[in-house]
């Protein structure tokens, strides 16, 4: 019974951290695309790509820093998609983009497309077919697929001439001049310090913020916001279910008190009392974080596919961890009692 | 109840237990609730304080404001389908912003100042008369402009005249323009390439037209365009959907833990006092008397946790004020709290039927005949 | 008219096979301030005598009467208002709430049925520890009471509704000889004074010179 309690907190905590997960990377996806690249936006755009303009003389400046390998323009326009064979418009984000990366190809021909693997998980999308893009359906051909690239909606790339047509429609007020992008990817030449480039790239324009990977991802409000809440939720269902384990534990030892006499009118130690105690709340914890695990992977996969949740590895140790080490102090809670006991309790 | 009160007496540290675990656990039902309720009115505000009946986008958009492209000559085409009182163009796009030195970003909403589309309520100043005048809104997470500040937009520099309350889109600063200025603004921005277009029509209805019927009116008379009605507008904001359905599982599973856990605490008690209930009924105690006594501590234990639990919420909400902006609203505090209780005792059935089963003659002879 | 008079009562257990006759035609009187002793060896019914008497369980034949009045076929609430009225039970095993101290022992049978404990029943509770020689063990848990004291207590809860019949079901057998013995007086004096019909049970021959009168039972048949 102590079981079924602490199987659904853990099968809460896997929930939870997998929304925590599966919201940072979800909305991420296009910015890990790149690698470990810098990026470099300009400075008012509080590192937020659709607030961000690098005019074509900043790209050449930048382009012209010492240490740069190569420099390539990202722009981005949020819009929609048909889905082929249906009537269905699905939410997309279309990178215009010039460098490939580990996950990205070459650029694809003007007209076509790499698509985000997860618009093949909300239809039957394949190399070869046509989406219907923007509020002009703009016809694309799909060239390929990319994993891992959802900028919170699945994301299409195109070459830099194809999304500049397809975003004056769709979203005239936001198109760029000619030679304009919003973003910049800047490969460091061999042997270059990547923070100190970006200090000198900075300094050079003196209208840009240039960031690495890492610095951007926490630099998306939404993404510090989310986790710093649902961190703080974590750590309160965490000491729900060390009370839980306690109360429980609490319940247990006042049945047990006879039996512990017994055992410390036989000569058990108290010692030897709270080393049983210890793994029986180990037992009971691991027990339950194996079936709650079991269950949360279930319920995650029964979830609908366009919610944000992702069980990663990491989450799922951190919280076996703090559930074992949690059921341990909780379980502990009852120690003073059990040091308390009576042998002579056991007589009469 | 003084049997069920001594009992929780000489047992403090189990019912602090159960009352912590069912305080915490409400902690974070209000809080999620809480936060949930300001994250969707600062994403939806400029949408749900907006003066209008009816929003028109763009058929391809799915009522998405930012990826809805409509040319000007649909206003027109709206008002004139029968039951529109009024329409008025929307056009909206982000851009980054100075003001008092600072930069922050914002969304820049070009409107009809007084016409449909206009938020509803003013909180301080007066609509824009001039290009060079806005309206500032902020939300729970970000706070707008205030009254009198100047704003530079491009190359433009904007003065506020007039704040709203929760009108803010997307959880960002928005200020409202007209749409001169926002033309302007655009064509600055793009080199003049772009070619000047709306976001949306805002449209209010004529007296006694139902906005539903109105909508699809519009949706099937008008070439191009899909028409939402107030309420199914706001829902079709993006992220909307998703936060509703994310929070709602997460309730879910908390309702659960606090039944499960309340559940299976009073059973365990009554199990371990099940001969001292034995022994009350044997002198005299009749059905209700047990059963009442069970009720009692599990109203008693989770009232109190309820009130604690609510009271921490408050504080909470009250020291991250800067951060989320939020407090608890009475009316989803109330009916939260009644749930869980609802829930609570509802678990305890278990343990009720426990105590229903026990005969009193068992007094005499637990271990069967003498 | 006896305070307790028990009919041609008839009690079997399990069916087929397996079927046990607890009592076979039993008849028997107690009169109002009789102290009677009902002895028998294990497995002679006597327990389930006494358990019939208080309505704790239900005859298959015959009846029981309580001052004149049927209560061998009351409704469930009739019989809990009975219980907690006109009788009081001194059981062999459990006898005290153990979260209670013995005065709130006490006190709880006047707060069953909905009733209250008013200043009246506190000094009632209070009066009759006095009488039982527990006044100052009255606010310890029963885990800090002797098990001469915790009989003690029982025996006042027993007494605590001024009830018509008081039935006892062993009270010595936890007990050392001089302890039972001390239990046994005073369960008499209480009973003489107050005028209370009582029947216990028990299979210690030690303390047979306590009672007024002495029933012999032995399987389901009283023989003497």
Known sequence: ?348 | MRIALREMRRSKLRFALLGGAVGLLVLLLLFFQAVAGTLVTALTGAVDEARADVLVYDDRARGNPVTSVLPLDVVDAVAAVEGVEEAAGIALTVTPVTADGEERGAVLIGFDPGAPGTPATLEQGRLPEADDEALSSGSGFEPGFPLGAVVTVGDAEIEIVGTAVDAAYNATPTLYVTHDAFAAFVRDRTGGQAPVTLSAVAVEAAGGSDPTALAERISSEVDGVEALDKAAAVAALPGIDTIDRSFGILYVLLFLVVTIVTGVFFLILTVQKRQALVLLRAVGAERGDVVRLVLFQVVLVVGIGVLVGTGLAGGLLAASRDVFGSALDAGTTIRSAAAILALALLAALGAVRRVLAIDPVEATSPGGLS | MPALELEAITKTYGSGEQTVVALDDVSLQVDDGELLLLMGPSGSGKTTLLTVAGALLRPDRGVVRVGGDVVSDLKPREVARFRRDRVGFVFQHVNLVPFLTARENLLAVRELGGGRVDAAAKRRADQLLEELGLGHRSRNLPSQLSGGERQRVAIGRALMNEPALVLVDEPTSALDSKMGRQVMELLRTEVKERGVASVVVTHDERVTDVADRVVEITDGRITG
Not at chain 1, 21 to 33: F, I, K, M, V
Not at chain 1, 51 to 58: F, H, P, T, W
Not at chain 1, 233 to 257: D, G, N, Q, W, Y
Request: no cysteine.
């Open chain 1, 1 to 348: 019974m102590v079981g079924g309690a602490l199987v659904l907190l853990v099968v809460l905590l896997v929930v939870l951290g997998g929304f925590l997960d599966g919201l940072t990377l979800s909305q991420t996806g296009a910015y890990r695309a790149q690698g470990e690249r810098l990026w470099v936006l300009s400075q008012d755009s509080e590192l937020q790509l659709p607030r961000s303009r690098l005019s074509a003389e900043v790209v050449e400046q930048v382009t012209a820093v010492d240490g740069v390998s190569e420099t390539g323009g990202i722009a981005a326009v949020s819009t929609t998609t048909s889905l082929p064979g249906s009537d269905e418009l699905a939410d997309v984000v279309v990178y215009g983009y010039e460098l490939a990366s580990d996950v990205l190809p070459t650029p694809p021909a003007a007209g076509s497309a790499v698509v985000d693997r997860r618009l093949a998980t909300l239809a039957d999308v394949r190399e070869g077919d046509t989406l219907a893009v923007g509020p002009d359906a703009t016809p694309l051909r799909v060239a390929g697929f990319v994993e891992d690239t959802t900028q919170s909606v699945p994301t299409l790339w195109v070459e830099m001439g194809t999304w500049r047509e397809l975003a004056t429609v769709a979203n005239p007020a936001g198109a760029l001049p000619d030679g304009a992008v919003q973003a910049l990817v800047v490969t460091p030449a061999a042997e270059t310090d990547p923070e100190d480039l970006a200090a000198r790239i900075d300094a050079a324009t003196g209208a840009t913020s240039t960031v690495d990977l890492d610095s951007l991802i926490d630099g998306q409000p939404s993404v510090a916001q989310q986790a710093s809440t649902f961190q703080g939720i974590i750590s309160v269902t965490f000491v729900v279910t060390l009370l839980v384990v306690a109360l429980f534990f609490a319940l247990l030892t006042l049945e047990r008190t006879p039996l512990y006499a017994v055992l410390k009118a036989l000569g058990g130690r108290s010692s030897d009392l709270v080393r049983g105690l210890t793994a029986q709340a180990l037992g009971i914890s691991a027990g339950a974080l194996v079936v709650g695990v079991a269950l949360a992977l279930a319920a995650v996969a029964l979830l609908p596919s366009d919610l944000p949740v992702r069980v990663t590895g990491g989450r799922l140790a951190i919280i076996a961890l703090g559930t074992l080490a949690t059921a341990v102090v909780g379980a502990l809670f009852t120690l003073r009692r059990i040091l308390r006991i009576d042998p002579a309790d056991a007589i009469g």
